[in-house]
């Protein structure tokens, strides 16, 4: 009776200790576990970068106009021609609509080429954001400053400049905001 009661103490203690490491890694825990996560990403836990660059009318913008000033910002590298970049969009954009109105931006930086194709695909695919590009394909300033060699790809800015995450895809980016905005 005596080795029963501690083998059955034993296997609570282990499924105890099991749940508890389990909480502590799954993608869906605290913040600290995800930030934890993207260590090991190029350019996480640096201030972001500034650039400037225009947007869809011509009008010159400098990144900095939206990042750190007190609002997480996810940066997306994106382009028309990219067929991944299409596909992820619609992740991004339920994520825009899901928490925008509780103070979450992005700011798109087109690698496209052509203005006609970068309006157009802004408008159809439903990107209702900030749009700045330089029309220079891969020979934009933002793949030389963020080391972007494919895309898509995307930096999560925190309120104070900070680069907290990076090529965040599919339910990865509702998992930090779910988390940022609870």
């Known amino acids: ?8 103490i034993a ?3 282990l499924l105890v200790l099991s749940a508890t490491v389990s909480a502590q890694t799954h993608p869906q825990g605290n913040l600290d576990v995800l930030k934890q996560q993207q260590e090991d ?3 996480v836990g640096m201030k972001f970068r500034n650039l400037r660059m225009a947007d869809p009318q011509g009008k010159e913008q400098r990144l900095s106009d939206y990042v750190g000033k007190g609002q997480w910002v996810l940066v ?3 382009a028309s021609w990219c067929g991944p970049c299409k596909r992820e969009m619609p992740n991004v954009t339920a994520a825009y609509k ?7 931006e992005i700011v798109g ?3 496209d080429a052509e203005m006609s194709d970068w309006k157009e695909a802004i408008e159809t695919w439903d990107m209702p954001w900030v749009h700045l590009s330089d029309l220079k394909y891969w020979q934009s300033k933002a793949a030389l400053v963020y080391g972007v060699h ?4 995307n930096i999560l800015i925190d309120p104070e400049g900070i680069i907290v995450a990076r090529g965040l895809r599919g339910g990865e980016l509702d998992n930090w905001l779910s988390e940022i905005y609870k």
Not at 98 to 104: N, T
Not at 150 to 153: G, K, L, M, R, V
């Open 11 to 13: 296997i609570v203690s």
């Open 1 to 8: 009776m005596h080795y029963i009661r501690k083998t059955l």
């Open 109 to 111: 930086l087109s690698f």
């Open 41 to 43: 990403r190029p350019l």
């Open 76 to 78: 997306d590298f994106w």
């Open 98 to 104: 899901k928490y925008h109105a509780r103070g979450f």
């Open 150 to 153: 494919a895309i898509p790809d």
